[in-house]
């Protein structure tokens, strides 16, 4: 199709795509970008190595538009035919602004796309990952599917790490799940963006994170059905600076922020605020028990310890107090 009729239909402006579109094309893999263009790189090659014989587009959203550090990767995949898609930029930072823009995009773009997944501009898809998450859901007929993102951590002594529960996978084995909680691997059919709305991520969580969990819980409140595929695995590498104990002891807090505002969104009449408002407080004397039996388990301080830091993360919340990790600062030359 024709590139100007195309960049006339984007809801945003299109800086990178491919020499030839399909618009038929049934599946749209969506990918939010920020300053990680060496990671997206191996992203995309991911995408690229995938065994399966369905067509799919990807769609790349840049979400620093200063520095535009990933058009540049972008470009090298779609203007060498090695991938069918385009890159777009959403010049309103934050994280639910970038996914909210990917979804939108599609949804305009793809009008016959049913299966739109998700991967992380930081992750890397094993080969058979789309075919597992497109067949799980023809097979199933979830609404929602969510499978594993494994950790690469840089430092190979950080190991350990992956029986973190910030780490962890949510489940073991495939099957049917009552939600899913991330969206860094996961397939959402069309029809479910028709039922909750738009936008789909709600901007109240754009710099905290978590419009994901909010987005799926929303999901599950209409009734809606999940379900787990355990060999669709995702890679997600894991930086040294996020294996430190005060980046993950932020995490717990923010885990437990996004839990409290959750559930505040769906406390609508007094008594459940009041309800909510116990609840927040007898989780801190419960997270010692957890912690203690984790203690116990794991021999381990970090992991012991990290009930209790979500257990504070909803606690402060509560009070307003959020952390931001979202909210980036701007590059100086």
Sequence with gaps: MESSDLTREAPRAIVAMSRSLDRRIEIVVCIPCFRRPEHLRQTLRSLVAQRTTRRFAVVMVENDASACGSVSVANEFLQAGKITGFCVVEPRQGNCQAINAAFETAHTIFS?????????????????????????????????????????????????????????????????????????????????????????????????????????????????????????????????????????????????????????????????????AAKVLALFPLSLFRAARLYVTERKALIALHPMIVAAGGLLAAFGIEPQPYKASKITS
């Design 112 to 276: 016959n796309a049913a299966c739109l997944l998700m991967i992380d501009d930081d992750e890397i898809a094993s080969p058979d990952w789309l075919e597992e998450m497109v067949h799980t859901a023809e097979v199933t007929g979830a609404d929602v599917v969510g499978g594993p993102v494994l950790q690469r951590f840089d430092d190979e002594a950080k190991q350990g790490l992956q029986r973190h529960p910030a780490f962890r996978p949510a489940y073991d084995a495939s099957g049917p799940v009552p939600i899913i909680y991330g969206c860094g691997n996961c397939l959402i059919r069309r029809s479910v963006f028709d039922k909750l709305g738009s936008p789909a991520f709600d901007l109240r969580f754009n710099f905290l994170g978590g419009g994901d969990v909010d987005f799926f819980t929303r999901c599950r409140r209409i009734g809606l059905k999940f379900h787990w595929a355990a060999e669709a695995v995702i890679t997600e590498t894991v930086p040294d600076n996020r294996t430190l104990a005060s980046w993950i002891a932020l995490r717990g807090l923010r885990i437990g922020a996004i839990n409290y505002l959750v559930q505040r969104k769906g406390a609508q009449t007094p008594w459940l605020r009041v309800r909510l």
